[in-house]
């Protein structure tokens, strides 16, 4: 990004460019003032003089002054045209090579001219007009100066907002701006801060949205601990029914039921972040095949290069088991594992991921396109939380040729060595 995109630079260059152009009008204003003043008392001594020597001409003594001059071949041409239309007038031009201010006038059939040195008063006007720069441009520079400074706070306050709303985003709900403000304060109200508003809505929301989820965590929790009791003696009770089919029927959906609940506190721990990784030395092509094998589902397994890897060898089997099974549930076969270093791909030949899910990540109860099956939406959602516990990067996608495709990348500063 270049610096001057920044909002630091575009507000201070802004105003510099403000203050140059007030600058700028204000010098020729001035300037014009100024050299309208000096020019017309040079004009009006030179009026003086061709008066009297007009006056002089008359009686004969014109000859006296040496600034007095009769048919002068220096004469500017546009004021000598004017003496020949029987007019008088001045203007600036040159006498023996230097600047001077002409004054002319009709005698008899001659012209009358008396000159005064105008080098003193170009001098003087040249002398304004560089006043007049060095003040614009040390107005300028101050000017600048207090625009970046200025610039800089605001910018400076925005970013460390933008940058806590990241912070959130990424889920730290404990993350605040933190700029102090009294809303009673009188002082707010005459003088209204919009950033620091900005700042305290982003704080507000932080706020509201952590006592929602941390609500909807209580409740998940409430719930999953209230059911397990009651089903845990439904299960008892339902073994003692007598055998056959409505036994079958009752002790299918009490245990889909318990197995609901289970997910549940386990989703409730993961959402408290009281769950802690017990690491070890783990080869990860070891793993995913008996990880693979615990799930007893029809899935190949290829290791293109194994890795020893350290983690929570407990965890990762609950996050393969559960992304084989929504696989195998969701999806169509065949279903491939490959491992290649630290990254563990599974795919399956299904109807692939719904564009949310691929977007936004699991969500719990959610189980997105009706084309990928039925079920409570739990399975992904947990596995991403032990995810998030081990520091693995899990990636939803669809492959080029058809299916979803899971993705996981175990950190590169967690690897020890290749086996």
Avoid at 109 to 136: E, G, H, M, N, Y
Avoid at 242 to 265: F, Q, S, V
Avoid at 339 to 361: K, M, S
Wanted: charged share 25%; hydrophobic share 45%.
């Amino acid at each position: 990004m270049r610096v001057t995109s920044s909002l630091r630079w575009k507000i201070a260059l802004t105003t510099t460019a403000v203050c140059c152009a007030v600058a700028a009008v204000l010098g020729i204003l001035v300037h014009n003032v100024v050299a309208g003043q000096v020019v017309g008392e040079v004009r009006k001594d030179v009026t003086r003089d061709l008066d009297d020597a007009v006056n002089q001409y008359q009686y004969g003594t014109v000859h006296g002054d040496v600034n007095v001059v009769i048919d002068p071949p220096e004469l500017p041409g546009p004021l000598r045209k004017l003496v020949a239309r029987g007019e008088t007038g001045s203007m600036v031009g040159k006498h023996d090579g230097e600047p001077a201010m002409w004054g002319a006038g009709p005698a008899d059939t001659k012209v009358l001219a008396v000159w005064l040195p105008f080098d003193q008063t170009r001098r003087r006007l040249r002398d304004l007009d560089t006043a007049i720069l060095a003040s614009a441009a040390l107005a300028a520079g101050i000017v600048a100066l207090a625009g970046l400074f200025l610039a800089d706070r605001i910018s400076r306050r925005l970013a460390t907002t933008a940058a806590v709303a990241r912070r959130i985003s990424a889920g730290d709900l404990d993350a605040r701006v933190g700029l102090p403000a009294d809303p009673d304060d009188p002082r707010n109200i005459r003088h209204h801060d919009e950033v620091r508003d900005v700042a305290h809505a982003l704080d507000s929301m932080a706020g509201s949205l952590q006592e929602r989820l941390e609500a909807e965590k209580r409740f998940t929790a409430d719930v999953a601990h209230e059911l397990r009791t009651p089903l845990t003696g439904s299960l008892a009770a339902a073994s003692l029914l007598p055998e056959g089919r409505p036994k079958e029927m009752i002790n299918d959906r009490l245990r889909a039921l318990h197995l609901l609940t289970e997910d549940l506190l386990e989703i409730s721990r993961l959402d408290a972040g009281v769950e802690q990784a017990e690491l070890s030395q783990v080869e990860l092509g070891r793993a995913v095949r008996r990880a693979v094998a615990g799930t007893r589902l029809p899935v190949t397994v290829r290791v293109v290069r194994d890795t020893v890897v350290l983690t929570d060898r407990r965890r990762l089997d609950r996050i393969l088991a559960n992304l084989l099974v929504n696989a195998d549930k969701h999806g169509k076969p065949p279903i491939e594992v490959s491992v290649e270093g630290p990254v563990v791909v599974i795919h399956d030949h299904g109807a692939g991921y719904p564009p949310e899910l691929i977007e936004q990540g699991p969500q719990r109860f959610r189980t997105g396109d009706p084309g990928r099956g039925r079920g409570h939406g739990l399975g992904l959602t947990i596995a991403a939380g032990q995810a998030a516990v081990l520091e693995v990067e899990l990636t939803f996608a669809n492959a080029p040729d058809g299916g979803a495709e899971t993705t996981l990348r175990l950190p590169v500063g967690r690897l020890v060595a290749d086996s």
